[in-house]
């Protein structure tokens, strides 16, 4: 890949279809392949190693294993999935399995967390590239809300022979992860900037229960697709419920800041497991939101697969888009205008603090001068661009830009004007 105009850091992807490594990468790459013949993508060895780790056995109601199963048989189906890339899903999936045990653990040891009321969270819902990350980091930089560090979310329950260890072994964890990342795709934080500490999604939790979008990003796979989109999310969004509750009861919070895409196609969901759920809907031309995000997916797909089917992945993204803005088009009026704004990309950037006083006047909550202080010194340090950009275009992803215009243009009618 090269990289061009280097004032202000363009970064020309040209190696999305046969990734280029660094030395230190493919070192580490090697490593990991070294230990895929332990990794093996079997539930069975997966929960084996779980309950050795921890020490516990009872991962809760086991409605999960299914779709477990479907996960590893749609991975096991990438044409061109590499022995590292076989390693990093078994050490996510492992991780998952632990989760469920801790929390399940957690919960016999202090079942008064269920009975702990949420308040209702405000969630950003919105497609990536659309202002959501900036949006989501800048309302978490007040004392008003919860939120969760990359590092809770990917280990939001600590062993019990960690607790009070420090520092966090989770963090710790977590530091040596974000390296990882970093080192093998160096590009990827001037698309979507993450660290340890970075605020992150809960569709991360969502995955603990084995249904999740989330799976969707980390590979192309067809068959995981469909399922997910066949099934009800509601008992995994209630699921998520119960770990917030748990997450509240750990490390104390008052209010739930969330923040996910996947929202976009479960509003009617959203609004029966959180009653009184505020949201806010971020909106952007559709065409370069979606190019960008197809550079995300594409880019990010090295970690577990070479040669890359680039024009697959993209032609499957923009139809799984389109169905997700279609969802939003019928069920937006679910959560009506006492409880969510839509916000256009534009018009936050033009009127940062402005956004956030509303999104805050909408949720019930003081804008504060604690909070206006702490929201402008994010703003100071975060500002659009500071790390560069990559540059995306359709013929990149074998797209039409006019065909992909049409495609999104019902959204854009109803949401941009």
Known sequence: MTVTNITSRVVELDDLAEPRFSAEAESL???????????????????????????LDDFGPDDYRERLEVYLAALREIP????????????QLLQLLKNRLLLTDLLKRHPEILEIELEPPVVIAGLPR?????????????????????WESNEPFPRPDEVGVEPDPRRVRMDMAVGFMNTVMPHFPLMHEMTTDHV???????????????????????????????????????HLAVQLKAMQF?????????????????????????????????????VPVVLSMLAMLTYSARMHCAPVPVH???????????????????????IGPERSIDVRFDDFMADEMGTAARIY??????????????????????????????????????LDPDELAERFRPYAERFLG
């Open 80 to 91: 061109t999935l590499h022995d590292a890339g076989v390693v990093n899903f078994h050490s």
């Open 312 to 334: 697959e992945i993209a032609a499957s993204w923009v139809d799984r888009l389109q169905r997700m803005l279609a969802a939003l088009q019928r069920d937006r009026a679910v």
């Open 29 to 55: 790459r090697r490593m990991m392949a070294s230990m895929a013949p332990d990794c093996p993508l079997d539930a069975e060895v997966l929960h084996a190693k779980a309950i050795a780790e921890t020490g």
């Open 361 to 398: 006047e909408l949720a019930g909550e003081t804008f504060s001068d604690d909070v206006r202080a702490a929201i402008g010194e994010y703003l100071a340090g975060h500002q659009r661009n500071r790390l560069g950009r990559v540059a995306t275009s359709a013929q990149l992803f074998g």
């Open 130 to 150: 659309t202002g959501t990350t900036h949006l989501h980091n800048m309302l978490a930089a007040g004392p008003t809300f919860r939120t969760m560090p990359y």
């Open 200 to 238: 992150h999604e809960e569709i991360q939790l969502l995955a603990n229960d084995f249904s999740s979008m989330l799976f969707e990003t980390l590979a192309h796979v067809p068959r995981w697709r469909d399922y997910f989109l066949s099934h009800d999310q509601t008992p995994h969004y209630r």
């Open 250 to 286: 750990l490390r104390g919070g008052r209010r739930w800041l969330l923040k996910s895409p996947q929202h976009l196609e479960q509003l009617p969901v959203l609004d029966k497991v959180f009653p009184g759920v505020v949201v806010i809907v971020t909106h952007r031309d559709p």
